[in-house]
């Protein structure tokens, strides 16, 4: 377990934030029992990260419990946790690739998995769709995510965008920080519950041309302050009243 007392404020903060967003996705029903990972990066030329201990599920993440990892996925701690390296392999490709990647969310959830499933992918048919016009890019499923050969084409695919469609597989988000990893998460799940239960109410209507880019360029203005300083705390408020301890 990680003590606090022998390490710097701002690896205790990203600790904090990284056990409140594993346990803010069990909240939000987005967790598959013990798999998919968040990572999030240490500050310092180490290329260190943290991830959770393989076994343990989400709702149960502390930030001491979290395990420190080099970019192989192997521990680089004295941690007694068990962790699966295998589970890593997109997220390193990403943290490898993407200095600006603080923050890497990988899903499994039952709409995620079914648009991902779907020819037409994600379809912007709402605000909350429209709002990822810019962001999205898509990965095609090359198996369970073991091998690492596959990382320089996900990574290639990936871009510069902050969402990602891996199709026939889940979702996935990127942030320079966690909250922004975690709002970006979250418009990319809603979007696709509400594309599954549109799609089962009859014949969808599509916005206007010119709207997606309204809305495109509405939520580029938008910025990350909004993620980091309105969003985030008031998700670690929740968090505070209904799974408190994550922080410890």
């Known amino acids: 377990m990680f003590d606090k007392s022998d390490q710097q404020d701002t690896e205790w903060q990203t600790r904090v934030d990284l056990a409140a967003a594993y346990r803010l996705v069990a909240l939000f029903g987005w967790d598959d029992l013990v798999f998919t990972h968040i990572s999030a990066r240490l500050p310092g030329p180490e290329h260190h990260f943290l991830v959770n201990p393989f076994g343990a599920l989400f709702e149960e993440i502390t930030a001491s419990s979290l395990v420190k990892v080099g970019l192989d996925g192997h ?3 004295d941690s007694e946790q068990p962790v ?3 589970g890593f392999t ?7 690739a993407r200095e600006d990647a603080q923050c890497v969310i990988h899903l499994h959830t039952r709409d995620g998995v079914a648009v991902s499933s779907q020819k037409v992918g994600l379809l912007p048919i709402n605000q909350t769709s429209m709002l990822l016009n810019s962001q999205l890019s898509y990965h095609d499923y090359e ?3 073991l091998n690492h ?3 320089p084409r996900l990574v290639a695919d990936l871009g510069d965008k902050s969402a990602m469609l891996l199709w026939n ?4 988000t990127v942030g320079g920080t966690i909250g922004e990893a975690f709002t970006t998460m979250y418009f990319l ?3 696709c519950s509400i594309q599954i239960a549109a799609q089962a109410g009859g014949e969808l209507r599509m916005p206007a041309d010119n709207v997606q880019e309204v809305v495109r360029q509405q939520a580029a203005a938008m910025g990350p302050d909004v993620s980091n300083h309105l969003v ?7 968090l505070d009243r209904q799974n408190p301890g994550y922080d410890c």
Do not use: C, F, Q, Y
């Open 169 to 172: 597989h889940g979702t996935m």
């Open 90 to 96: 997109i997220h390193s490709a990403v943290h490898a």
């Open 189 to 191: 799940e809603t979007a």
């Open 149 to 151: 050969d596959e990382r």
């Open 84 to 86: 699966n390296p295998a």
């Open 232 to 238: 985030w705390p008031a998700l670690k408020r929740r």
């Open 75 to 77: 521990k680089v701690d």
């Open 143 to 145: 198996g369970i995510a």
